[in-house]
């Protein structure tokens, strides 16, 4: 089994719907939680950091963390074309590492 | 303020040979680490850099290598390259010694192994 678990998509969805992308994990030690967008054959950029449980909005973008259930969600409201990329989650522990374990990324295309 | 760089962009390899990719940090950032990402997957740790030494490596062979210098920038070295290296090589920056550290990733090198 993944530590880190992510649906690859791809999803479809219309400008202006509701995205809802997530992650499961299995290692009970990690705190530190962000999602990454990346467009075709560049480098991935930071969206959203999370530091245990709860949520956090930035604009467009709402970051969950439910940690009794392992699980991790990014939401995208209003979406347009411009966020077709790969969403990836990743995470870490907060002690004893400096590696962040990745999901696989999520495909998303938003259709005008 | 410029953000990570790194070089080259693209390059052909054959197997057996060897390869050096370089990166320059964030302005502002000490700690360089590498990941590499195959097609269709998520990045791997491959190794952080910090004062100069690895302080941390992961699930990959000693053929993978790197260097950090005084003004922080680094290198990743690939010795007896095989078609399996073949993917896209990512340096992230960050501050700091904390584990907790958010990574600034660069534009990657993309590396093909014939």
């Known amino acids: 089994q993944k530590e880190v678990e992510q649906d690859p998509g791809p999803l479809s969805v219309p400008e202006g719907a509701i995205v809802s992308l997530n992650c499961t994990y299995s290692?009970?030690?990690?705190?530190?939680f962000m999602w990454y967008r990346q467009y075709s054959r560049k480098g991935p950029e930071l969206l959203m950091y999370?530091?245990?449980?709860g949520n956090k909005e930035d604009g467009r973008f709402t970051a969950q963390v439910d940690k009794s259930s392992k699980y991790i969600s990014l939401f995208i409201r209003d979406s347009q074309p411009s966020d077709s990329a790969t969403y990836l989650c990743?995470?870490?522990?907060?002690?004893?590492?400096?590696?962040?374990?990745f999901g696989t990324g999520t495909r998303l295309k938003v259709l005008a | 303020d410029a953000g990570v760089t790194q070089s080259p962009t693209h390059l052909i390899k054959t197997r057996g040979q060897q390869v050096t990719l370089r990166c320059s940090p964030k302005?502002?950032?000490?700690?360089v680490s590498w990941y590499q990402q195959a097609l269709g997957q998520g990045p791997q740790f491959i190794f952080q850099?910090?004062?100069?030494?690895?302080?941390q490596r992961g699930n990959f062979p000693d053929r993978f290598s790197g260097h950090q210098f005084p003004n922080y920038s680094s290198e990743l070295n690939v010795n007896a390259l095989l078609l399996g290296d073949s993917a896209l090589y990512l340096c992230?920056?960050?501050?700091?010694?904390?584990?907790?550290?958010?990574?600034?990733f660069g534009a990657g090198s993309r590396l093909t192994v014939l």
């Open positions: 990743a995470m870490s522990a907060l002690v004893g590492t400096y590696k962040y374990i």
């Open positions: 302005s502002g950032h000490d700690t």
């Open positions: 999370t530091y245990s449980s």
């Open positions: 992230a920056s960050s501050f700091g010694s904390s584990g907790a550290n958010v990574l600034t």
């Open positions: 290692n009970s030690a990690f705190q530190y």
């Open positions: 850099y910090y004062e100069e030494e690895e302080r």
